[in-house]
C-alpha cells in the first residue's frame, strides 16, 4: 500500500484502488481511502463532483430529503461550517456543497473530470482489475469501488418520431448548463414522477402553455419548503449527534423524524385525520411515518391514500382534472412518494392542462407536436422526465469482466445478485456502493453511501493489515442474501407497484425489487456484525492460490 501510484512493468499506472464517480459517494470514498493511505484514483464522467446534482439541473430540482439531514456527518468541521439556506436546498446550492467540500478536503486533485470508465477485466492470475477509461488510457488497480450512482442513467422513451421534433427536447436527468427560458413558449412535459412534479409548477411560470402528459398519477405531499433561520440551524447542530445516531441506527430510512407507535386502524376516523393532517401541514416524506403498518397492510394504506386523493380533490379545482390526478393504480408510498411544491395548484392555471396518456397513449412525436390516439397538440418545446435506468443502469454501461470472462450485465441478466449490495460473486475485489441488494435508493442517500464507504474502508484496511489482496463474496451467501432481500420485500405493499425499484419503468428489464427494505439500522447491524465475525460469507486470501482455502475466521 502506497499513497503514490506505482508503475507495472507493462508502464501501466498501479493503484490500490480505483473509485469510478465522484458524486457524494466518490467522494467521501476518496476521502477515506486517501486517509488510510492507500493510492486512489477517481475517474468522472461529468466536468465536476457532484454526481446526479451535477446532472440534474432541471428548473425546481431539489433534494426531498431535509438539507439539513442530506448531507455528509463525517466532519464535526464541515457541518458546523456549512449553511443550507432552506429547508430543502435547490439543486445549486447541493452543487455548490459538493464543490465546497471537493475543495475544503482538496479532493480534486485524485480526481480525473471528463474520462469515463468503459472497461474493466479482472485479471486471475494477479489478482488485479485492469480498467480502461474513455480516453484510451488503461491502468492497474488492486480494487475497484463503483459510486456509480442510482439515478444516474437517464431514460430517453421509445417514442416514435421524438428524432423529428423540431423544437429542443430536454431530459430532467441531463439537463443543459445553460439557463433554458421557456418564456412565450408552448411546453410538453411527459413524465409525472419526482421530476415532474418538481419542474411542472416553475415551467408553468415561464411558458406560455404548458401540457402535461401524465401515464400514471403519482401520490405528492407539500414540501413546505422554506429559508432556514439561524435559529433553526443551531438547533440541528445541537442536537446533531443524536439526529445523526437515530438517522443511523433507528431510522428505516435514515431520516430523522418521530416514530409511529400503532397502526392506522388502532385510531378512529377522526384521530386518523387529525394526524394524517398534521403530517401534510409539516410537509415533506415522513407523511409515511404516519402509521407503523402503511408499507405493510394494504387497508391501513388505503386510509393515507384516501387522505392524499382527498387533499387533491381539494386543490384541485377542475373535478374530471382532480380526478386524472388522483393516484390509484398503487398503494401510496410503494413508488417513490413525491415532495412538491404547489404541484397540484398548478393545474387550476390557465395555462396548463393535464393529458391522460394512459387512456389516450402518445402514438407519435411530430415535428411540431405530439399525436396521442385521441387529438393532436402542437408544442414548441419538450421536456422529458421520463426517469433513469435505477440502479443498475450506470453500472451496465462499463464492460465488466470477472472470473472466467463473465460480464456483470451477463450475470445480472435475470436481475441483480449481490451480497449485501456489496458485491457480486465471480467479481473479486469489486465493490459497489449503494447498489441493489442494499437499502440505496430508499433510505436518505448521504446515511447509506457513508455507511458503505466506512465498511468498505475499514475492510480494506483489515485486509492490509492481515496482508490479504484477494475477496469475494461467495455463492451461497450471496443466494441466502438474494432470498432475504426478496422475502422482505415481499412482505410488504412495494411489489405491487409498477416502480422503477422494481425495473419495471425499463421493458425487458427483469422485475426483481432491487433494494433492501430492512432499513438502514438492521442493514447496518447485519453488516458490522458480518464484519465482526471477520468478514462471514466473503472469501479472502493472500493470494490467488490461497483463494479456495483461505477464509478468515
Ligand atoms: P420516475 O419516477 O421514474 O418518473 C418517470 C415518469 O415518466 C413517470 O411518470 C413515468 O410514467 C413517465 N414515463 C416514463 N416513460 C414514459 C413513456 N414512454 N411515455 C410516457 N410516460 C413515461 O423518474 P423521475 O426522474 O421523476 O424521478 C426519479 C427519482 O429521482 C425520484 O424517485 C427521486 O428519488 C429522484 P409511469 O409511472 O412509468 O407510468
Known sequence: MSALPSISPEGRKTYDVVVVGAGFAGMYMLYRLRGAGFSVRVYEQGGGVGGTWYWNRYPGARCDVESMQYSYSFSEELQREWDWSERYAPQP???KYANHVADRFNLRRDIQFNTRVDRAVFDETANTWTVTTSDGNTMIASFVVLATGCLSNARRPDIKGLESFKGP????????????????????????????????????GQARHLTVFQRTANFSIPARNAPLTDQERQAFRQNYPQIRRFAREVARNG??????????LDDGDERRRAKYEQRWQKGGLTFMYAYNDLALSKAANDTAADFVRGKIAEIVKDPETARLLQPNSHPIGTKRI?????????????NVALVDIKANPIEEILPNGLRTTAKTYELDALVLATGFDAMTGSVAK??????NGLTLNRKWAEGPKTYLGLMSTGF????IITGPGSPSVLSNMIVSIEQHVDWIADCLAFMHAKGLSLMEAE??????????VNEVAHAT????????????NIPGKPRIFMPYIGGVGTYRQICNEIAAKGYEGFAMAANERERAVAVIS
Open 93 to 95: 446550492e447541493i452543487l
Open 169 to 204: 427536447v430536454y431530459h430532467t436527468g441531463n439537463w443543459p448548463h445553460e439557463v433554458v427560458d421557456f418564456t412565450g413558449l408552448r411546453v410538453g412535459v411527459i413524465g409525472t414522477g419526482s421530476s415532474g412534479i418538481q419542474s411542472v409548477p416553475v415551467i408553468a
Open 255 to 264: 431520516i430523522y423524524t418521530d416514530l409511529p407507535d400503532r397502526g392506522a
Open 338 to 350: 413525491c415532495v412538491d411544491t404547489d404541484y397540484f395548484a398548478t393545474f387550476n392555471r390557465d
Open 398 to 403: 462499463i464492460d465488466i469482466r470477472g472470473r
Open 428 to 431: 473479486p475485489n469489486l465493490f
Open 475 to 484: 455463492k451461497d451467501a450471496e443466494d441466502k442474501w438474494v432470498a432475504h
Open 493 to 504: 405493499l412495494y411489489p405491487q407497484a409498477n416502480s422503477w425499484y422494481m425495473g419495471a
